[in-house]
């Protein structure tokens, strides 16, 4: 992750990866299992990963679009 994409994925959820349990769900909650509430962080864990792969599509753009004089097209 490169530093810009790190801070902005900093900034949306107040810590780094790697450190505890990351973010997210990272497997069934823990005690009685309750269904629908699985199914809630499943799908607002789906929503952050919708909006981070958008983030990271928007970035790629733009550095595409913001290419610095001399440089080739590969």
Request: charge should be positive.
């Amino acid at each position: 992750m490169t530093h810009a994409t790190h801070a902005m994925h900093r900034g949306r959820h107040g810590r780094r990866h790697g450190h505890g349990r990351g973010c997210g769900p990272s497997g069934p909650p823990r005690g009685p299992f309750d269904r629908q509430e699985w199914l809630a962080r499943l799908e607002e864990h789906q929503r952050d990963l919708e909006q981070e792969t958008a983030d990271v599509a928007d970035l790629i753009r733009r550095l595409r679009q913001e290419r610095p004089e001399g440089t080739a097209e590969v």
